[in-house]
């Protein structure tokens, strides 16, 4: 499925449709460069998944969990991931297998430990067609 956002809002709306059609143990892969807004749809899937508190990108702490919405989102950035082994360290099997929802963000850095089954959304930019516009694609990834 494509989706044309040519807002912030429109991009954050977009992640709350995601968030209250999210199931337990869904996972999501987030791709897209910086500045493209793989924070401002996240803070959307966690509105729809009725988490309150601030959202923020773990870029220094790899995972944040989320408790307290109607399921557990996991919310991994693994830009600064030097080698596969350290999400062994984190216990990222617990998160990804477990009953919540879990985003993963620049998850192309650890494909080889994805699970065979998840939703791949990358966000792009096409400044031809405005300094908002965003490409939104979510594909299934399954064997």
């Keep these: 499925m494509i989706f044309e956002s040519f807002s912030e809002t429109e991009t954050f709306e977009l992640g ?7 199931k337990p143990g869904e996972v999501y892969t987030l791709l897209g460069d910086l500045g493209v807004g793989k924070t401002a749809f996240t803070k959307g899937v ?9 959202i923020s990108s773990p870029t220094f702490t790899i995972v944040q ?8 989102f996991y919310h991994f950035d693994v830009y600064r991931i030097g080698d596969v082994e350290e999400m062994d360290e984190i216990g990222y099997e617990d998160y990804f297998y477990g ?9 192309n850095l650890i494909e080889e430990i994805l699970p065979s089954k998840y939703r791949q959304i990358t966000i792009e930019k096409d400044l031809e067609k405005g300094f908002d516009y965003r490409k939104i694609t979510i594909e299934e990834i399954e064997p």
């Excluded at 709350?16 to 999210?22: D, L, S």
């Design 65 to 72: 969990v989320y408790d307290e919405g109607r399921l557990p």
């Design 46 to 54: 966690a509105k729809g998944l009725e988490i309150l508190e601030p």
């Design 16 to 22: 709350v449709k995601i968030g209250k059609e999210a």
């Design 99 to 107: 009953e919540g929802v879990t985003f993963i963000e620049w998850a």
